[in-house]
């Protein structure tokens, strides 16, 4: 069984930076592809970013530019670095890990962008 541990969000104003992490532990022999996804109230989640194996990131077009995805494949995390957040930007955001044979999600972390 897979555990993933979300941490990072909070309350930012409009402009303001978070980084937000998902560390996975439990049953793991390999990792793949690790992706970011949020989901605001009344919306359906989407995805935000996500990195391969071999670290090439892809980013949805509201985020390019932003935010930025990364990995450390020593510890089974990946981050999350937000810059110039917006109000928009306001969701739980939720990490997602690919393996061999299952997906697993994280319980999800709010970031709410507000002045």
């Known amino acids: 069984q897979v555990q993933l541990v979300e941490s990072g969000g909070g309350l930012v104003q409009p402009g303001g930076s978070l980084r937000l992490s998902c560390a996975a532990s439990g049953s793991i022999f390999r990792i793949y592809d690790m992706s970011w996804y949020r989901q605001a109230p009344g919306k359906e989640r989407e995805l935000v970013a996500s990195?391969?194996?071999?670290?090439?990131?892809n980013y949805a077009d509201p985020v390019k530019g932003r935010f930025t995805i990364s990995r450390d494949n020593a510890k089974n995390t990946v981050y999350l670095q937000m810059n110039s957040l917006k109000p928009e930007d306001t969701a739980v955001y939720f990490c997602k890990i690919d393996l061999m044979t299952a997906t697993a999600w994280g319980q999800g972390t709010q970031v709410t962008v507000s002045s």
């Open positions: 990195i391969t194996s071999g670290s090439t990131a």
